[in-house]
């Protein structure tokens, strides 16, 4: 298939024949939803503690007499019916939540994503998108006469400095590298910006 390419003022310079496997794929709702779902899972830490009850620094005396009070019996007040008792079934510290993605259904993915963002007219191939300098101020000025605003996704063959730094004060805006591209940041943003030799690096790698 063919991509029209850009130059950074959003006039058409040329078409630049794209791979139809990675971006003429059909969309696969599931299996997006599947990778999003592991790939966020993935980034767990998951190193939260929480406390059973004997580990509540607590009196194990009975808090009260087990009749003539009128009210409901209790052992102890780390029990987890109490305000500050410990947690039923706490959480150790240890728990793994990682979900396996094979390799093919990461591609076939990620390949589902590109494919949605072509089809929608949501992916735009750029000849190549630099600063002069590292001011937030030039990268705002290139997005405007781009016709875009809001979230962008900007995808570059190898990270310039200067267009990092210029992107940090745009909250609204992420610059990554090809291979740094994730398929949670691919569904989050609207608009991805995609240069020239960042759409052949992709086709390297996934295609």
């Known amino acids: 298939m063919e991509l029209k390419v850009i130059n950074d003022k959003g006039q058409a310079t040329s078409n630049l024949n794209a791979s139809d496997e990675l971006f003429g794929?059909?969309?696969?709702?599931?299996?997006v939803h599947q990778?999003?779902?592991?790939y966020m899972a993935n980034a767990r830490s998951g190193n939260s503690k929480q406390k059973g009850r004997s580990e509540i620094a607590k009196s194990t005396r009975k808090p009260f007499a087990q009749k003539g009070t009128g009210r409901a019996r209790?052992?102890?007040?780390?029990?987890?019916?109490?305000?500050g008792g410990g947690k039923?079934?706490?959480?150790?510290?240890?728990?793994?939540?990682?979900?396996?993605?094979?390799?093919?259904?990461?591609?076939?993915?990620?390949?589902?994503?590109?494919?949605?963002?072509?089809?929608?007219?949501?992916?735009?191939?750029?000849?190549?998108?630099?600063?002069d300098a590292p001011k937030t101020k030039l990268l705002a000025q290139k997005i405007k006469s781009l016709g875009l605003d809001g979230r962008l996704l900007i995808i570059?063959?190898?990270?310039?400095e200067n267009?990092?730094?210029?992107s940090r004060n745009l909250p609204n805006v992420l610059v990554l590298e090809a291979n740094q591209a994730d398929?949670?940041?691919?569904?989050?943003?609207?608009?991805?910006?995609?240069?020239?030799?960042a759409v052949a690096k992709i086709e390297e790698m996934f295609a």
């Open 163 to 166: 267009l990092y730094l210029s």
């Open 74 to 83: 209790a052992g102890m007040a780390s029990s987890p019916l109490w305000r």
């Open 88 to 131: 039923i079934f706490p959480n150790t510290g240890e728990e793994n939540y990682t979900q396996k993605v094979n390799r093919k259904m990461y591609r076939a993915g990620l390949a589902s994503i590109l494919s949605k963002l072509v089809s929608e007219n949501r992916l735009m191939v750029v000849d190549s998108l630099t600063v």
């Open 35 to 38: 990778l999003v779902t592991a």
């Open 156 to 160: 570059t063959d190898s990270l310039d």
């Open 183 to 197: 398929p949670v940041s691919l569904v989050r943003f609207p608009n991805v910006i995609v240069t020239r030799n």
């Open 25 to 31: 794929r059909e969309y696969n709702e599931d299996l």
